[in-house]
């Protein structure tokens, strides 16, 4: 009971006059999960039979300790009859009646004990290739299909065929692997070479069940990277110079199937499986005269590595640039990492404080001033580090009044990615 000031807080009983308290462990709370009809799992509490594997607690949940085999510290064995863990040591890890320790979480046997639909293997598998030296090879690849599936412990593997990776004379190797962004490797050197047919067929290892399940988007695909140093230029595989396969495995199990099943009803998922456009903005600003200033655009590259197109569009607003004097009042340039300037000496050619002054105020449409219109940035976006564009852009010394927000440089870009027409 709860004693207060007067009594005891309702809701609670007074404690029973010489009566002791029965506390339970936490063992007593645990009902450990059962696999039913499709296998036998040993139990908690009570455990029933014997030799039962021990029992902790961790952030996850109840587990049960694997108990390895005793041979090597007992030096039991020897010549002549040899017990059964000698050959094998699972056999240790059931019990009495012939039940397995439980599964640990995450593994493909412990979704025996979920309800629905049966779990099936699903594997899925493509090429990784590019052929120029020091080239970037793109790939996507869709574990599942979420529309109609989910899925768990979804593992990614990265073979590749030699092509010039001795490293007789110098570091030939991978540069790296990227997944969905993320490093997943920094260098790969397989240490052989293919300059014959037979050589050229073995697959070697970059990247052996990598646990994906945290890097998979919503539509359940791998968007793949790799790169090979630009040492790596002789013996392709098939005209390529880095050539692989990435392969990725999941346990999925039909929706369909579980809404039938469930107890409760279920969302019906969309039907549609057209890929979406996407689009990024940012603004290059500055606020003195002659300024420069860096924009930063981070944009998803699924669209552009499933054979999408990606445009961008500059706007910039109008301050001092209508050049009534002779002086060059202009855009002096934009920049983007990889392309170089792709907008030289431009005069938007209007100065609204000027305009407004004179009784003839610009309206909306002339207040913005296109400084580049549908320039195709898909091989930049694919680029290291995919997904992300660098801009730079700077005014002349005689940009100097009449600011926007207080900007002398007010550009605004727009980079939109849509599908190809298969897609849509």
Known sequence: GRLVQFGYQAGYDPPAA???LSLKSSTWFHESPSAGQADAWQTHFPA????????????????QNYNPSTLVEDQSSGIGRQPAQWFDSSVLNFDDFGRRSLPYPGTPRRLLDSAGAEWVDQAVNTTVACKEIGCTANASLQAYNPAE????????????????????????????????????????????????ASASRPLYSCLQDMPVDHILDTNGTLLIQGRINKM???????????????????????????????PFPQLSAPASKAVPSVSANATIRCSEPGCSAVALINLDPT????????????????????????????????KMDGAGSIVSNMQPGKNPCTSRFQGNPLSEDELLFNLLTNYNVTEQLLAPPAGSIRLMGKISEQVDECASE????????????????ELV
């Open 18 to 20: 010489g009566k002791a």
């Open 149 to 196: 599936q989910e899925a768990t412990n979804c593992r990614l593997s990265i073979h590749v065929h030699a092509t010039d990776f001795d490293d007789e004379w110098s570091r030939e190797h991978i540069d790296f692997w990227k997944v969905n962004g993320l490093l997943a490797r920094a260098e790969c050197d397989p240490m052989a070479r293919g300059c014959n």
């Open 48 to 63: 029933a039979g014997a030799n039962n594997n021990a029992w902790r607690d961790t952030p996850e949940g109840w587990v």
């Open 303 to 334: 669209v552009a590595m499933m054979g999408g197109t990606c445009l961008m569009n500059i706007t910039v607003v109008q301050t001092d640039f209508d050049d009534d004097l002779g002086l060059p009042e202009d855009v002096e340039f934009i």
């Open 232 to 262: 790596v230029d002789e013996c392709p595989f098939e005209g390529n110079l880095l050539s692989g396969v990435a392969a990725v495995t999941c346990m999925v199990r039909n929706k369909t199937a579980l809404a039938k099943e469930a």
């Open 406 to 421: 207080g900007f002398l440089l007010d550009a605004r870009v727009v980079v939109r990615c849509d599908p190809p027409s």
